[in-house]
């Protein structure tokens, strides 16, 4: 009953952001930071008969990244998603038996020597999407996160489930994409309707009209876990899923619970890192000093043939390249925030009382801008990611991949790919991005640019 909610409860008001209306359904998260401006650290939105504490300041949010006191909540918008992702890794109340099961079944294959495993598929796939611009440099600028995103689908389906969604073969995304995106879009918009009056039907609208899209993803999971047949292997993480019993109790994932699972990774796996690395294109395409030096690093490890691939071991020395991605995520969370709850009742911030069934949503593009911790916070400056700047900073200034026990397990897959791309990218080729372009963002589950391209030239002739 989300309607029963009212925190804070200790007969304090807070600053007020105003209800739907003053939302663009387009953006939400733009303009409900466009609207916190001036409010402070913690104010509230109404959703229909919801109301929802939003908190953007590093303090607040250090205090409810204590996972001795707070742990995940599951904010409406999130919760909605469960009718597609059930109690998946992602989607998961934290007392729910699956969440610890898959946690420790999944967590092998999220570990450095699992990553040994992965990386030649990225370099794999990453050459692919070079080869692909390649044949294709004539044509005129390439559109970044629609390539992004193809690449980052690609590798995660190619590492997780060892599918190819033969995504570079096409101009346009494998319709998996649309489908994914169109039904988890149909969930939020159920999610947002959930405690408005006439909200059951609402939600039936919006069933009818996603489920042509639910159907397509229905079948596309029927066909990756059929694909497998008897198959005992357990060499990628679909094959743990379905092969490996917990050491301790024999527990396995059911089948209903691993098509949870499976939707979560393609989700969770994908759009995430896409933005990340638009979105760092972005900066660097605008930032001529910052790209050369990126160049400058790329070329220094990976030495005079352009087309050269990092080692799995060269990645970590990519420092530069490495703090630029870092500077992305922190102007540009691609997940912009994750909902937080009391474990017992307490005092929040030293005034509002909290209860278990409260939760307020750590509002990271506020939070990575606080002027209290972050000079000049809209500037990009790759630099404070340094290890001697990053000391001086208090804990959890940066929390781009949440906190605590349900923070993402795929933090160093994302990591790992992002920099190998970035890195082989700007070693073979030159970008130039449209100087008149002024960044607009898509917001879909996570946070992408729009319409942002990049005119590319083979470097080579100049190494
Ligand atoms: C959880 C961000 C990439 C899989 C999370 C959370 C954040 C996040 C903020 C916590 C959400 C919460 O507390 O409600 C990101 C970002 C990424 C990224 C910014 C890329 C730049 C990935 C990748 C994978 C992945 C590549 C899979 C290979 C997951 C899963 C969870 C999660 C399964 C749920 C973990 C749990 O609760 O046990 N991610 N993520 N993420 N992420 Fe990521």
């Known amino acids: 009953d989300w309607s029963g909610q009212r925190f804070p409860s200790a007969g304090r008001r807070l600053p007020f952001i105003g209800d739907l209306l003053n939302i663009d359904p387009r953006q939400p998260i733009l303009s409900m930071q466009r609207g916190a401006t001036g409010l402070g650290p913690i104010f509230e939105l109404q959703v229909f008969r919801q109301k929802i504490v939003l908190v953007g300041d590093v303090a607040m949010a250090a205090e409810l990244c204590d996972e001795t006191r707070f742990c995940k909540a599951l904010p409406p918008a999130i919760e909605a998603l469960r009718d597609y992702a059930g109690d998946g890794l992602f989607t998961a109340h934290n007392d729910e038996p699956n969440w610890q099961l898959a946690h420790e079944l999944l967590m092998p294959a ?3 020597s699992a990553m040994q495993s992965y990386h030649p598929i990225m370099v794999e796939t990453a050459s692919e999407l070079f080869d692909y611009w390649r044949d294709r440099l004539t044509d005129g600028p390439v559109d970044v996160s629609r390539d992004m995103t193809k690449l980052t689908m690609e590798t995660l389906s190619r590492s ?3 599918h190819d969604f033969g995504s570079f073969g096409t101009e346009e995304p494998h319709p998996f994409v649309p489908a994914m995106v169109g039904a988890l ?6 999610g947002g309707f959930r405690s408005a009056p006439g909200g059951r039907l609402l939600a039936k609208v919006v069933d009818r009209r996603f489920a042509h899209h639910q159907a397509y993803v229905d079948q596309m999971l029927d066909d990756l876990i059929s694909a497998r047949g008897d198959s005992e292997s357990q060499h990628d993480l679909l094959g743990i899923m379905l092969n490996v019993a917990h050491p301790e109790t024999g527990e396995k994932l059911s089948p209903l619970n691993i098509r949870y699972q499976i939707l979560t990774f393609l989700v969770a796996g994908h759009e995430t890192t896409s933005g990340a690395l638009s979105f760092a294109l972005y900066y660097l395409a605008r930032n001529p000093e910052c790209l050369a030096k990126a160049a ?3 070329d220094e490890i990976l030495g005079d043939d352009p087309d050269a691939m990092p080692a799995f071991e060269q990645v970590s020395k990519f420092r530069y390249i490495r703090r630029v991605l870092d500077e992305s995520l922190r102007i540009w969370p691609t997940v912009p925030g994750f909902g937080r709850s009391p474990r017992e009742t307490t005092t929040f911030a030293g005034k509002y009382t909290m209860r278990p069934q409260d939760f307020a949503v750590v509002a990271l593009g506020l939070v990575h801008k606080d002027p209290a911790v972050w000079e000049n916070p809209d500037e990009f400056d790759p630099d404070r990611f340094l290890a001697a700047n990053v000391k001086k900073r208090p804990a959890h200034s940066y929390k781009p991949f949440g906190a605590g026990a349900r923070a993402c397990i795929g933090r160093q897959f994302a990591i790992h790919e992002a920099v190998l791309v970035l890195a082989s990218l700007v070693h073979r080729f030159d970008i ?6 002024e960044l607009a ?13 990049l005119t590319l030239r083979t470097r080579s002739a100049q190494m």
């Open 110 to 112: 999220f570990t450095k």
């Open 160 to 162: 997780a489930f060892s």
């Open 185 to 190: 879009e149909g969930g939020r918009r159920k």
């Open 296 to 298: 400058a690093e790329a």
């Open 432 to 437: 130039t991005g449209d100087p008149d372009y």
């Open 441 to 453: 963002v898509d917001e879909r589950l996570t946070m992408l640019p729009r319409g942002f391209e």
